[in-house]
């Protein structure tokens, strides 16, 4: 596996960056990706409507972000952990 260039300059750039791909978030036209605002369950006894649905903004994506990081942290302060962590990516 060929290693790729680093375009990012830190972490939190890079996680940003992979979040707004993976929910399609284009500040410029708006995203297409909205979020359920009820339990699923509610359409089951039909009290859903459009009006339940938000769309994701960038907020949405900076708390994901913030919320991956946390949990990236301990890995991010070992080198041993990076190693790791780059190993199982590579599989």
Do not use: W
Not at 29 to 52: Q, R
Request: net charge negative; glycine share 4%; proline share 1%.
């Amino acid at each position: 596996m060929a290693k790729e260039k680093c375009v990012y300059e830190t972490v939190e750039q890079a996680v940003q960056e992979a979040l707004e791909d993976i929910f399609q978030l284009d500040l410029s036209n708006g995203s297409y990706l909205y979020e359920l605002g009820k339990v699923k369950e509610a359409f089951n006894i039909g009290t859903v409507t459009v009006d339940d649905f938000e769309e994701v903004t960038e907020e949405y994506v900076e708390e994901a972000k913030q919320k991956l990081l946390k949990a990236l942290k301990p890995f991010l302060n070992s080198s041993y952990n990076i190693s790791k962590a780059i190993h199982i990516l590579e599989r």
